[in-house]
């Protein structure tokens, strides 16, 4: 699952797993037992469950492996597996707010539990290379859960009539003010390489490296700002059907969106969001934020251009220095202003589907089923987001949704 470089020292790797850990607390410590418990909709998990799940990841691969250890709780492997076949049965995904108990306090000493026991096997040094691989995966695999509960977070306390504050922030700027203008950066066609060089942590759908043939091609420097999509609905962008995809079409008249995810025009403000600090003015200058592949297609196509394929994306990005938009900061959770960057701000919809590299092979046990088992109805995004933690970010990184999914901080970056 993660790649063959020198292992760091085991005091880098404890240091790392308890500031991730840390991490997770920092933005769960103003959550309620209330706010922690639902769940908005099937796509997304109550806090709780975030919190539990990756502590369970940690008991059941690691700590789990020795044949002498005994769990906090049985139930737990059934309560707290996600998707994991190999495993044995789980809790029902759509069930996962029905869970009142265990509450947050217990589930707030089962990983303090888990904590104290993996530390102390780290520092014992009785975990062989295998075991070390899977504390690494770990790591990447709870800071992946912080963005997605960040995310449903977010779904959850919008759909609260008082539209509550997560996180408190500044005003923002002006929102009537101009964006950067949009430039282009030219990659040049010819075969190119693409995927993970083994140079640090991937995941195996980052892998394996290979050869890609690619026509020249200009990707905008820039992600698409809200001023940009402002345009495109008073154009009537989402009332013409020449400029959507066949299912694309039929999801618009099945949701009724005719505005990105948490917009609403109100007569006195004109556009507003919700956002992880309330609902606030739409902000011309930021890159557009909550939109699906369906949108993100219409609009490239009404714009007179495209999206960049995953290959395009990644030979632009690594083909200069890595430019750092806005990544996880716990006092903002929000993007910043659109900038001529790489990663940060939004994800950004690819042209790709989701599929296997070409020699891509399933890691062998039930760590095999990570990533490889979703290969299907689903697209590619690229780059980061406001909410990404900063060390989770990486040119050759595939984060992928289905087409319809606009719940994740998502926009779009063009091509031509």
């Known amino acids: 699952m993660t790649t063959t470089s020198p292992r760091p020292d085991l005091a880098a790797l404890t240091e790392r ?21 639902p769940q908005s909709m099937t796509e997304a998990s109550p806090t709780k469950w975030h919190r539990a799940h990756t502590t369970w990841f940690f008991e059941e691969f690691v700590l789990g492996a020795d044949p002498a250890y005994r769990p906090r709780d049985p139930a737990f492997r059934y309560l707290f597996n996600s998707y994991y076949e190999a495993v044995g ?10 869970v ?10 089962y ?21 070390l691989d899977l504390v690494e995966l770990g790591c990447h695999h709870e800071e992946q859960h912080q963005e997605l509960l960040l995310m449903d977070v977010k779904h959850l306390l919008s759909g609260n009539v008082l539209q509550p504050v ?23 066609g010819g075969v190119t390489h693409i995927g993970d060089d083994g140079s640090g942590f991937a995941f195996d759908n980052e892998r394996p490296r290979h050869r890609v043939w690619l026509d020249d091609v200009e990707v905008g420097t820039r992600q698409v700002t809200n001023a940009e999509w402002v345009r ?18 039929a999801t618009l008249q099945a949701t009724g969106w005719d505005a990105p995810g948490y917009w609403r025009r109100d007569d006195d403000h004109g556009w507003t969001t919700f956002t992880l600090s309330g609902r606030r003015p739409v902000v011309a200058a930021e890159p557009v934020c909550h939109i699906s592949f369906f949108e993100a297609d219409a609009f490239a196509r009404w714009a007179g251009h495209r ?5 395009e994306w990644e030979a632009r990005a690594a083909s200069g220095r890595e430019l750092r938009g806005g990544l996880l900061d716990p006092d903002r959770c929000h993007p910043g202003l659109a900038a ?23 890691a062998p046990g039930a760590v095999g089923e990570y990533n490889g088992k979703f290969m299907n109805d689903q697209h590619v995004l690229r780059g980061a987001s406001a909410i990404t933690p900063p060390h989770h970010s990486r040119v050759t990184y595939r984060n992928f949704f289905p087409a319809g999914a606009r719940w994740a901080f998502s926009g779009l970056r063009l091509a031509r």
């Open 307 to 311: 999206l960049p394929t995953e290959q």
């Open 89 to 98: 049965e789980r809790h029902p995904r759509a069930a996962r707010g029905h």
């Open 17 to 37: 797993f308890l500031a991730v850990r840390a991490r997770t607390d920092r933005l769960t410590r103003d959550l309620g037992p209330e706010d922690q418990t």
């Open 232 to 249: 495109f609905i008073d154009d009537g962008g989402y009332a013409r059907p020449d400029l959507w995809l066949s299912d694309g079409w």
């Open 340 to 362: 001529e960057s790489t990663l940060g701000d939004v994800w950004e919809w690819t042209a790709s589907a989701y599929v296997p590299y070409p020699g891509f092979e399933t």
């Open 100 to 109: 009142t108990r265990p509450g947050v306090a217990e589930v707030a000493a």
């Open 111 to 131: 990983r303090q539990d888990v904590e104290e026991q993996l530390v102390a096997r780290l520092e014992d040094g009785t975990l062989d290379e295998a075991l």
């Open 166 to 188: 997560y996180v408190e922030r500044a005003p923002d700027p002006d929102p009537a003010a101009d964006p950067v203008p949009q430039r282009w950066t030219h990659v040049p």
